[in-house]
T-cell receptor
Framework: QKEVEQDPGPLSVPEGAIVSLNCTYSNSAFQYFMWYRQYSRKGPELLMY????GNKEDGRFTAQVDKSSKYISLFIRDSQPSDSATYLC???????????FGPGTSLSVIP | ETGVTQTPRHLVMGMTNKKSLKCEQH?????MYWYKQSAKKPLELMFVYNFKEQTENNSVPSRFSPECPNSSHLFLHLHTLQPEDSALYLC??????????????FGAGTRLSVL
């Protein structure tokens, strides 16, 4: 079993839709959970990070962590064509001391 | 601008060439990383430096040689590469201390083509 799994997509949605991107993981030691956005031919850009379980909101983006299910989500409200990118989840734990990245989900928002 | 600058942005080299990739971070971080990203594949961690000391070498072939002269600069020296080494090479940095010590900030990458 891979440590972090993420549906590669591609995911295609109409402009204005609510997007849900998800990752599952196997290691219960993970405590920090991150989401990165990567545009084509660019480096990943940190969007949000959360510690432990719960929700965190930043503008149109909401990150959600359910440690009991080992499942994290990123919700994008009112999606825009500029949100078209690959979204990478990442996670680490202080005892684990290494960041593990998911393979990324490719998202296209169609005008 | 992420605070992590990589040069060059694009590089084409022959298999017998020697070249170097450069990374500089202006975030005051203490840890720096090299990653390889190939098409349709996850990020592959190559090297990690904490406070200028190499703490991770992820079974990388010796034709890739890292150098970290200080906490702000990281180099990747390349020699006798193979065509399968063609990829996007990403540099990242993280605080290295404190609660969010491993949360990484990336540069824009160097797109490398080996002919």
């Amino acid at each position: 079993q891979k440590e972090v799994e993420q549906d590669p997509g591609p995911l295609s949605v109409p402009e204005g839709a609510i997007v849900s991107l998800n990752c599952t993981y196997s290691n219960s030691a993970f405590q920090y959970f991150m989401w990165y956005r990567q545009y084509s031919r660019k480096g990943p850009e940190l969007l949000m990070y959360t510690y432990s379980s719960g929700n965190k909101e930043d503008g149109r983006f909401t990150a959600q962590v359910d440690k009991s299910s080992k499942y994290i989500s990123l919700f994008i409200r009112d999606s825009q064509p500029s949100d078209s990118a690959t979204y990478l989840c990442a996670m680490e734990g202080t005892s684990y001391d290494k960041v593990i990245f998911g393979p990324g989900t490719s998202l296209s928002v169609i005008p | 601008e992420t605070g992590v600058t990589q040069t060059p942005r694009h590089l084409v080299m022959g298999m017998t060439n020697k070249k170097s990739l450069k990374c500089e971070q202006h975030l005051g971080h203490n840890a720096m990383y090299w990653y390889k990203q190939s098409a349709k594949k996850p990020l592959e961690l190559m090297f990690v430096y904490n406070f200028k000391e190499q703490t991770e070498n992820n079974s990388v072939p010796s034709r890739f040689s890292p150098e970290c002269p200080n906490s702000s600069h990281l180099f990747l020296h390349l020699h006798t590469l193979q065509p399968e080494d063609s990829a996007l090479y990403l540099c990242a940095s993280s605080p290295g201390l404190g609660e969010a010590k491993n949360i990484q900030y990336f540069g824009a990458g160097t797109r490398l083509s080996v002919l």
